[in-house]
T-cell receptor, first 112, second 115 residues
Framework: KNQVEQSPQSLIILEGKNCTLQCNYTVSPFSNLRWYKQDTGRGPVSLTIMTFSENTKSNGRYTATLDADTKQSSLHITASQLSDSASYICVVSAYNTDKLIFGTGTRLQVFP | KAGVTQTPRYLIKTRGQQVTLSCSPISGHRSVSWYQQTPGQGLQFLFEYFSETQRNKGNFPGRFSGRQFSNSRSEMNVSTLELGDSALYLC??????????????FGEGSRLTVL
């Protein structure tokens, strides 16, 4: 069964600290993996899209990594800011199925 | 370039009523997909439309329906509302058909509360 699991479910860090969010998937055949940021009460916004051949992709202070062999991805946030407080959703696409499998997200809270 | 616009942003209904939500995609985007988001379940796929045709459908009862117009605007309808239908309904548009091929751009959502 195609599944996407994210950990931790929630995370609290202090402003300025780094953090790493995890995403494990069992989707096959794999097409691409996306990370979205969703502020409370708003729609998700795309951070990165990674295909099979990409190991690392950065978007400002956000860096996503992908290990297609172990079917794991991580999202690393550097020098966190209060505005990073949001839910981060990992989404995996199965090749040639036109379907996306969503993780339930990690809720990050950054405190001053 | 305007983003994805969803209306209304908030609405309150009572059990048994029906509701219609609207989504205007980014100009030039022909694919529109709908999602239900609840705190415990995360984002659940409802359906996807491309060129006025439903291309994919999630595992939701027939009370949930949608359509797409020739200008790519889309509506979704929920009939005979139940308490469990309370959720944030998100619409996303993409340039190409199929979620797999294009980056999704989400609207701000319509927050439905069923009393």
């Amino acid at each position: 069964k195609n599944q996407v699991e994210q950990s931790p479910q929630s995370l609290i860090i202090l402003e300025g600290k780094n953090c790493t969010l995890q995403c494990n998937y069992t989707v096959s055949p794999f097409s691409n993996l996306r990370w979205y940021k969703q502020d409370t009460g708003r729609g998700p916004v795309s951070l990165t899209i990674m295909t099979f051949s990409e190991n690392t992709k950065s978007n400002g202070r956000y860096t996503a990594t992908l290990d297609a062999d172990t079917k794991q991805s991580s999202l690393h946030i550097t020098a966190s800011q209060l505005s990073d407080s949001a839910s981060y959703i990992c989404v995996v696409s199965a090749y040639n199925t036109d379907k996306l499998i969503f993780g339930t997200g990690t809720r990050l809270q950054v405190f001053p | 370039k305007a983003g994805v616009t969803q209306t209304p942003r908030y609405l309150i209904k009572t059990r048994g009523q029906q509701v219609t939500l609207s989504c205007s995609p980014i100009s030039g985007h022909r694919s529109v997909s709908w999602y239900q988001q609840t705190p415990g379940q995360g984002l659940q796929f409802l359906f996807e439309y491309f060129s006025e045709t439903q291309r994919n459908k999630g595992n939701f009862p027939g009370r949930f329906s949608g359509r797409q117009f020739s200008n790519s605007r889309s509506e979704m309808n929920v009939s005979t509302l139940e308490l469990g239908d309370s959720a944030l309904y998100l619409c996303a548009s993409s340039l190409y058909r199929g979620e797999d091929t294009g980056e999704l751009f989400f609207g701000e959502g319509s927050r439905l509360t069923v009393l």
